[in-house]
């Protein structure tokens, strides 16, 4: 089972399992460091992470509907290259071990 570490707003680290084949999002919604409020529909931008190190290569490219939402929280808050939703990412065991911080929730 694949495992992930997250960084809240306080820089508190939070290492979670994840079933595979799940969304990102599902267990940062379940550990409530995230609200999620739209399902991961990628419509409400709350799932908003910034990936560390190198891992944003290694989660493929912004759906088209994300690069619309992200676009959209721009005059928000911070998004970088490394931002992504976590709704739109599926966990997969070549994700083992990817980590990431909470962006600044809006
Ligand atoms: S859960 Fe709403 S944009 Fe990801």
């Not at 089972?1 to 079933?19: C, Q, R, W, Y």
Request: aromatic letters at 4%.
């Amino acid at each position: 089972m694949p495992k992930i570490t997250v960084f809240d707003s306080a820089g508190n680290e939070h290492n979670l399992p994840v079933d595979a084949g799940a969304a990102l999002m599902e267990p940062l919604r379940d550990a409530g460091l995230i609200e999620a409020t739209c399902g991961g529909a990628a419509s409400c931008g709350t799932c908003h992470i910034y990936l560390r190190d190198d891992w944003v290569t290694k989660t493929g490219a912004r759906t088209e509907d994300e690069g619309y939402m992200l676009e959209g929280l721009e005059d928000l808050v911070e998004v970088k290259d490394v931002s992504r939703l976590a709704c739109q990412i599926t966990v997969s065991d070549e994700l083992d071990g990817i980590s990431m911080d909470i962006a600044p929730q809006i």
